[in-house]
């Protein structure tokens, strides 16, 4: 959410920060309700001011037996009051409107965010390992001969619908085996600290990082309105909602391991094969609450954590930096790790981590009280994949394959197998 009176200071700026993002500059209407707002605020604090001063002198007109001044001025009370309350109302209902227009705008992008209309403007920072040979045409997850008694689709379709999957046996164990391994290596080398968190969260919560109101159709509620998580971003991030924490408390980076709901509502047709799409699915998601001075460099620090999981499963990837065109609503600046599927023979995401500045904590009202004094200062919060699971799942299967459908596995997920490294065409571990 955006301070009104910094784009009061700076209309310009504010507009010329939006169109680098392609939305038409907002300030003129912003501000032009803003001052309608203003103006009946200060309407209402001049009548309650009249309304008070009149009834000092009701009750002096009152011992004076005046009882012509006495009427008068009681029903200049009783008129200043309604006055006040109605404008009192309408002054309400002017923020209320501010509030929600301001809460529709997207984040003004970081001076260092590439300029560009959409995903074919990205900026390729990085690239990791070789994208490996095959003596064989790969294919893609599904089709491989040790994985399909483990990934049903038609079942899941039975239970729940499209873009669902049952997973079983080895399939669902090395799944699980990824999720923990995730979680072991963030919480043990990049200090983050393991949480457990709710996955049905208020509506306040949805809004405070900017989930709503402009993309509830992308999200599940429930009829006595809880909505399930899109990410563990919503709760880790909400955990300072509200809060105005000690300057030594920061930074705190969280790590957890949720079910995440997603409705895909802008995807139809899209990635309708296997599991790279889900409704339900499953993700390892770091979050860091920060002193503003630490944000950017927090961003790159997440980005080397979810780099560093790749990189012990052996996976090849690609880091991009999101041009303005293709941020996300709250972002500032993203960066986007791509692991390479084989059976696709391209580059997909895998992890987007992204900085918001104080954008998020002004929605949740987050702050921290400075060490040398003053007035509380918003955080900056950021967010971070590390990593989808399912998404990593694909990654393994795909590039450990065998030309005869069983799968090598990474050597790093052996403690959380029993020490076997190898999916068998039967679909077992070995």
């Known amino acids: 959410m955006h301070d009104i009176r910094t784009i ?6 504010f507009d010329a ?16 309700l803003d001052e309608e707002r203003r103006a009946k605020i200060q309407a209402a604090e001049t009548a309650q001011a009249e309304q008070n001063a009149a009834s000092k ?37 002017l923020d209320a409107k501010l509030t929600e227009m301001l809460m529709g705008i997207p984040n003004l992008p970081a001076e260092d965010t590439p300029d560009g209309a959409d995903e074919d403007e990205n900026v390729e920072m990085k690239r990791w390992g070789s994208v490996p040979e095959f003596a064989f045409t790969p294919k893609e997850h599904y089709e491989l001969a040790g994985v399909q008694d483990g990934m049903d689709f ?42 457990w968190i709710p ?62 709901f997603r409705s895909e509502a802008g995807s139809a047709g899209r990635d309708t094969a296997g599991m ?58 993203t960066h986007d790790i791509e692991v390479w599927l084989p059976g696709q023979n391209t580059y997909r995401e895998i992890s987007s981590v992204s900085v918001c500045g104080d954008f998020q904590a002004r929605r949740m009202n987050a702050r921290f009280k400075p060490a040398e004094g003053g007035k509380p200062q918003f955080v900056h919060t950021l967010n971070g994949s590390g990593l989808a699971v399912g998404r990593c799942l694909i990654a393994v299967l795909e ?19 029993g020490g076997k490294l190898t999916l068998t065409t039967e679909g077992t571990l070995a």
């Open 199 to 260: 996955v049905l969260v208020r509506e306040e919560m949805m809004r405070g990082t900017g989930q709503l109101p402009k993309f509830g159709e992308d999200s599940y509620q429930t009829t006595n309105g809880w909505w399930l998580v899109p990410t563990a971003e919503v709760p880790l991030t909400n955990i300072v909602n509200d809060v105005v924490i000690e300057e030594s408390y920061l930074p705190r980076r969280y790590v957890a391991h949720t079910q995440c």
């Open 276 to 333: 790279l799409r889900q409704h339900q699915f499953e993700k390892v998601e770091m979050v860091s609450i920060t002193h503003p001075d630490h944000s950017r460099a927090e961003l790159d620090r997440m980005t080397a954590c979810a780099e560093g999981i790749l990189e012990k499963l052996g996976l090849a990837y690609r880091t991009m930096a999101l041009c303005t065109g293709d941020i996300g609503f709250g972002a500032r600046r």
């Open 17 to 32: 920060a939006l169109s680098r993002r392609g939305v038409e500059g907002l300030s003129s209407s912003l501000l032009a």
């Open 57 to 93: 002198q009701v009750g002096a007109a009152k011992a004076k037996g005046d009882e012509a001044e006495f009427e008068r001025l009681r029903a200049l009370v009783a008129e200043k009051k309604q006055a006040v309350a109605a404008m009192q109302t309408e002054a309400k209902e």
């Open 8 to 13: 009061r200071d700076n209309p310009a700026g």
């Open 154 to 195: 038609e079942t899941a379709a039975k239970l729940s619908g499209s873009r669902f999957v049952v997973l079983s046996g080895a399939v669902a164990r090395i799944h699980r085996a990824l999720a923990q391994f995730m979680v072991n290596t963030h919480v043990d080398e990049n200090g983050l600290t393991e949480t």
């Open 399 to 417: 590039n450990g394959q065998q030309e005869d459908g069983s799968v090598r596995l990474p050597e790093v997920l052996a403690p959380y197998l």
